[in-house]
């Protein structure tokens, strides 16, 4: 059975960079099964109502700017499956998940960057999904839960955000592999809570986390929900294993979890 993923995506800049974090993303995508489709939650498409895409062959969406050029020229033109769309949208209704049918929206940083370092042939098919930041964790890993039978057709499910992603907090004065203490500390509780798989304080991370106003602002949480689509796909094999922790500017987290 296929596992899910959270990814971060960290800056734009992963794109083009060759660095701890890219290079272990690239052999991820080589040693991990190929997957038949890749169904993905990216924190940079945000809706009140659960979007799903249905698209023959996806624009690359710059939606960034002060980069280099090299950024911009980069393309990912990976397919869509309506098959498995129609199927998506069964399962939401089963589940009494409201959705609504995307049929123009390209790919967004949040999607194309992690989907070119892990299969930079863009020859899997992707179904694009939005996350409701609005929604509470337990509403967010329902919508998870109810795409577990996916991974059963080989379909590979990936949350992409970042566990700790507050551009405010930024330490342009750390280098490679320096993190602030804060950081560190707000993710070593999320990994005890999520090797437990310990719903009833991940959902409640708000208030029980340590510094979790500052990895997590208020404002800015919608990088961090993913991992409860992510998770939410495994429910029916409660495991989770953290693949990758790294960090950048001090507090950025290049964190990889796997999960089922």
Do not use: C
């Not at 992707?126 to 057709?153: D, F």
């Not at 950081?183 to 009833?200: Q, R, S």
Request: charged fraction near 20%.
């Amino acid at each position: 059975m296929m596992p899910s993923l959270f990814v971060a995506h960290g800056a734009p800049l992963i794109a083009i960079e060759d660095n701890e974090y890219t290079q272990f993303l690239n052999h991820l995508g080589r040693t991990m099964p190929k997957p038949k489709a890749i169904v993905l939650f990216s924190a940079h498409w945000e809706s009140r109502t659960q979007q799903v895409s249905r698209v023959e062959e996806y624009d690359t969406i710059y939606d960034f700017g002060a980069f280099p050029d090299a950024l911009f020229r980069i393309k990912y033109p990976a397919k869509g499956n309506k098959e498995l769309t129609n199927e998506i949208m069964h399962l939401f209704t089963d589940q009494g998940i409201s959705y609504e049918m995307d049929t123009e929206r390209g790919l967004d940083h949040g999607a194309w960057v992690v989907l070119r370092l892990l299969y930079p042939d863009a020859d899997i098919p992707v179904i694009s999904m939005s996350v409701n930041p609005h929604l509470t964790p337990e509403e967010q890993y329902k919508i998870g839960k109810s795409l577990a039978s996916l991974r059963e057709q080989d379909v590979l499910i990936i949350g992409s955000g970042g566990t700790v992603h507050n551009l405010t907090k930024l330490d342009w004065s750390k280098g490679e592999g320096e993190v602030n203490e804060w950081a560190l500390g707000f993710d070593e509780w999320l990994a005890l809570h999520l090797e437990k798989w310990d719903t009833k304080a991940l959902f409640h991370y708000e208030s029980l986390a340590p510094d979790a106003a500052k990895a997590v602002p208020p404002y800015g949480n919608e990088h961090f929900v993913p991992i409860f689509y992510a998770m939410g796909a495994a429910d029916n094999k409660q495991e989770a294993k953290l693949l990758h922790r790294s960090y950048r500017y001090g507090n950025l987290s290049h964190s990889v979890w796997q999960f089922g």
